[in-house]
């Protein structure tokens, strides 16, 4: 079992940079492939970026913008989000994955097995 808390969600202008974090308790962090999702007020979450085993992943709306990362002695996973814009406002999840992914991968939100709680980013136009 593994707990997540997200944090550094805040309220930015268009063109600001915010930094989350994604903090991990429990098993060895450092295993886990990990996801960050968003989803805004009446939409599905979707995908923003992973970083697995194999890499670095990212959406097409965060390319070029969004950087993720992680520190494993701090059991932490961060996504460093520049040029932000209004679209990118929602509430922002981190999730984890033990092993391999199924056919669908790293970019399906059902392949996670633990969620945090989120933290919420508005950009101001």
């Known amino acids: 079992q593994v707990q997540l808390v997200e944090s550094g969600g805040g309220l930015v202008q268009a063109g600001g940079s915010l930094r989350l974090s994604c903090a991990a308790s429990?098993?060895?962090?450092?295993?886990?492939?990990v996801g960050w999702f968003r989803q805004a007020p009446g939409k599905d979450r979707e995908f923003v970026a992973c970083?697995?085993?194999?890499?670095?992943d990212y959406a097409d709306s965060g390319k070029g913008r969004f950087t993720i990362s992680r520190d494993n002695a701090k059991n932490t996973v961060y996504l460093q989000m520049n040029s932000l814009k209004p679209e990118d406002t929602a509430v922002y999840y981190c999730?984890?994955?033990?092993?391999?992914?199924?056919?669908?991968?790293?970019?399906?939100?059902?392949?996670?097995?633990?969620w945090g709680q989120g933290t919420q980013v508005t950009v101001s136009s």
């Open positions: 999730a984890a994955h033990l092993g391999r992914f199924g056919i669908t991968g790293p970019r399906v939100r059902y392949n996670y097995d633990y």
């Open positions: 970083i697995t085993w194999s890499g670095t």
């Open positions: 429990g098993r060895t962090f450092s295993n886990y492939n």
